[in-house]
């Protein structure tokens, strides 16, 4: 009886430290999507480099793999160039994994400024809690089967 007792204050300990770092940093999580669509529209080169983790990857709707700060931060600054228009990502919803992992999920559409069609797609970001704070780990772009 006494382990049934220690597993159930286990688990209940640590939903209810879930539960608080829900509450608090899913406004974070949804904040730091939010400067990083913005450091995009400004091609702020400096500002995309601080949201990610050294090792951070992103995976294109291309097929493109990006892997490591630097990678990331020419790839995104070239496909901003390349894909001109408005992007707009919109967290949908923020799932913990544990208190310092989190999963966004987010549409992500960019309208075509030039007479093309707008992209509509779907990212995903892994972000990891740090010294610094919430920091980008990994993206995922898809374009949605049609």
């Not at 793999?65 to 931060?73: D, N, Q, T």
């Not at 600054?77 to 408005?86: E, V, Y």
């Not at 999920?105 to 400024?113: C, F, W």
């Amino acid at each position: 009886m006494r382990i049934i007792a220690a597993l159930l204050l286990i688990m209940s300990a640590s939903l209810a430290a879930l539960a608080q770092t829900d509450s608090g940093d899913t406004a974070a999580i949804r904040s730091l999507v939010a400067k990083y669509a913005e450091a995009r529209e400004q091609t702020d080169a400096a500002t995309i480099e601080r949201l990610f983790t050294a090792g951070a990857d992103q995976l294109v709707s291309n097929g493109e793999w990006r892997r490591g700060r630097e990678s990331l931060v020419k790839g995104m600054l070239a496909s901003s160039r390349g894909n001109p228009g408005a992007r707009t990502i919109a967290v949908e919803t923020v799932r913990f994994l544990s208190p310092d992992v989190a999963i966004a999920d987010a549409r992500y559409e960019i309208d075509a400024s030039d007479g093309r069609e707008a992209r509509r797609m779907w990212s995903t970001f892994l972000a990891v809690r740090s010294a610094d704070g919430w920091k980008i780990a990994a993206i995922r772009n898809m374009l949605p089967a049609k």
